[in-house]
């Protein structure tokens, strides 16, 4: 398959890698002209937040390797801060997502002292600022099994 390199600004490129070979007849139609601008963000998008796969298995086929698997957040703004807590409340780990192309994060299930988390239940909230200044919060569950 060919691939094809467009510039934009200097040192900004937008890489197309097509996933099988295109036969005559075939084409494609790419809008540009709103990416990269930012959406408000209100209450109910949030709702849409998802963690994937849930409940995890530790083994299971899902994962490429053992002990490489990854849990994913979905549908995520633009800008938003994820923390993972246990049942009772205490903070497991916390980062931030900013990624104006991607709604996607991944999580290691690695403590923030590099430690794999136990199985069990946890929480997770993610916070997210509107634009007017307000300020979102969504809160969900998953389970871990081994």
């Known amino acids: 398959p060919w691939k094809s390199i467009y510039w934009f600004d200097e040192g900004e490129e937008l890489i197309i890698d097509p996933v099988r070979w295109y036969v005559d007849g075939d084409y494609w139609i790419a809008d540009v002209g709103k990416l990269g601008i930012e959406n408000s963000i209100t209450q109910a998008d949030l709702n849409d937040i998802k963690v994937v796969p849930n409940p995890y298995f530790v ?3 899902f994962n490429q390797a053992a002990g490489s698997g990854m849990m994913w957040f979905t549908h995520l703004p633009n800008k938003c801060k994820i923390s993972i807590y246990t049942v009772s409340g205490q903070l497991v780990y916390s980062f931030n997502h900013d990624d104006e192309f991607s709604g996607q994060a991944s999580w290691d299930l690695k403590s923030g002292n590099g430690d794999m ?22 809160i969900g569950k998953f389970y871990v099994v081994r």
């Open 117 to 138: 988390i136990a199985p069990g239940l946890y929480l997770y909230s993610v916070q997210s600022g509107g634009s007017s200044g307000d300020s979102f919060k969504h």
């Open 59 to 61: 083994h299971s086929e």
